[in-house]
């Protein structure tokens, strides 16, 4: 089994031999990291990707909008995921954003779990019927874990969630009620025995 520096050396040379400068085949590289860690085919991706990038173009975008439909070609993943990386932090008061004919969506996915990491909040990721819920680049809960290649996504939008819990306000109190039966009413011995409460001024 391969290491995950093995991973990352790799896939970040490979990435600089394709045509990347070196500063993106460094984000390459971190991304494979993370998408293989989580038992997610970045390698087979980027690998199909590559083989079919050497023969056909595709669309580097550069401003991220609400809307973002191709030309001609479809848009390279790994451009569109730098810049919407850098970009961000303005592209989250759009609340939704979306783009037709992404290709190799899955090799996208990393930097929208990264993104949510700098927000400090989730992100739905829909790649036509998938979905991805990245909390905060330390987890994906997706209803496809592992599709192997995927050539193009043809509707992918990337919602902003809002920051809440998960459970009723209700539930928390009950919850809190019940930790209540730990807590120890304070008395005068309690007091002399607990930290700093000797008589003796060592000082």
């Known amino acids: 089994m391969k290491s995950l520096s093995e991973i990352d050396t790799v896939s970040k040379r490979a990435s600089r031999a ?37 023969k056909k173009n595709f669309e580097k975008i550069k401003l991220i909008t609400k809307e973002n439909q191709r030309s001609q070609l479809e848009y390279c993943p790994i451009t569109a995921g730098v810049n919407f990386l850098d970009q961000v932090r303005s592209l989250e008061n759009l609340n939704e954003i979306k783009f037709q004919n992404l290709a190799y969506p899955i090799l996208f996915l990393p930097f929208i779990g990264r993104a949510s990491e ?28 592992d599709d192997g ?46 930290a700093g409460a000797g008589l003796t001024d060592n000082d």
Do not use: C, P
């Not at 400068?21 to 087979?44: P, Q």
């Not at 700098?118 to 990245?134: T, W």
């Open 18 to 54: 394709s045509g990347f400068e070196w500063g993106i085949a460094e984000e390459v590289g971190k991304n494979m990291r993370i998408l293989e860690m989580l038992g997610i085919s970045g390698i087979k991706n980027l690998n199909h990707y590559y083989k079919i990038r050497s």
């Open 118 to 145: 700098v927000l400090g909040k989730k992100i739905l990721l829909k790649i036509d019927n998938r979905k991805f819920l990245l909390n905060y680049n330390t987890s994906i809960y997706t209803n496809n874990l």
């Open 149 to 194: 290649i995927i050539t193009i996504g043809n509707n992918v939008v990337i919602t902003f969630l809002d920051n809440k819990d998960s459970f009723e306000e209700n539930e928390w109190r009950e919850l809190y009620k019940l930790s209540e039966n730990t807590f120890v009413e304070e008395n005068e011995s309690l007091k002399q025995s607990g």
